[in-house]
């Protein structure tokens, strides 16, 4: 199984959920202007980290951006060259997404865009723990092969479970940062992730 993140590496949703980042600092009366990018120097990258570093509350921040993701009727441009290297990857196996955003906001983008019948399933912020703890479940009944992430905590979610890291250069983050975070490969385009399946990728996990 390749297990995907979903925002920035799938979805080019950084617009929106900047957007909906901004309706929940104000929600705590929290008017101060957000970088256009507010996930670039987060080690949590997600809408508690985000609170944190803001120092607002961070269950009610990432409720109230989250409401804001849901009742968005703004579906999120795929990322170029998504769509062909999802269907590649799914024709060598299962294709999992984990992600910190909604159920709600994920299956409709997968949807609108096609690509739903590429992913044989979904682990979303629905479903309670961290990502490494949620990969760590996963590696006994289906163990992955990979994590493909575009943060930093993608990656050390990854390393902690003991799954391969691979980083994004198209991203929330620099693949800087997640080379230093310990990614073993940089993908620099979707296309990339095609060719890495092929040549590496599986031999990262001993497959």
């Known amino acids: 199984m390749v297990v995907f993140d979903f925002d920035g590496v799938i979805a080019d949703s950084l617009e929106i959920c900047a957007r909906a980042c901004i309706h929940a600092a104000r929600r705590q009366g929290c008017t101060r202007p ?3 990018n507010p996930f670039a120097d987060l080690e949590q990258v997600s809408f508690e980290g985000l609170a944190a570093k803001l120092g607002l509350n961070t269950r009610a921040f990432a409720a109230d951006a989250c409401g804001y993701l849901e009742h968005c009727r703004e579906i999120a441009p795929l990322i170029p060259g998504m769509a062909e290297t999802l269907r590649q990857v799914a024709s060598n196996g299962p294709l999992c997404i984990l992600s ?3 159920r709600s906001t994920i299956e409709p983008f997968l949807r609108f865009h096609g690509c739903s019948g590429y992913v044989c399933k979904i682990i979303s912020r629905d479903i309670p723990g961290s990502k490494a703890a949620k990969l760590m479940r996963l590696k006994k009944t289906q163990p992955p ?6 943060g930093v905590s993608d990656i050390l979610a990854a390393k902690q479970a003991g799954v391969p890291a691979v980083g994004v250069s198209w991203g929330w983050q620099p693949a800087r940062v997640l080379a ?5 490969l940089i993908a620099e385009t979707p296309s990339d992730i095609k060719y890495l399946f092929r040549t590496t990728i599986a031999g990262l996990s001993g497959e």
């Open 34 to 36: 957000l970088a256009e």
């Open 100 to 102: 910190a955003s909604p």
């Open 145 to 150: 092969i990979c994590m493909i992430g575009d």
């Open 180 to 184: 230093e975070a310990g990614a073993e």
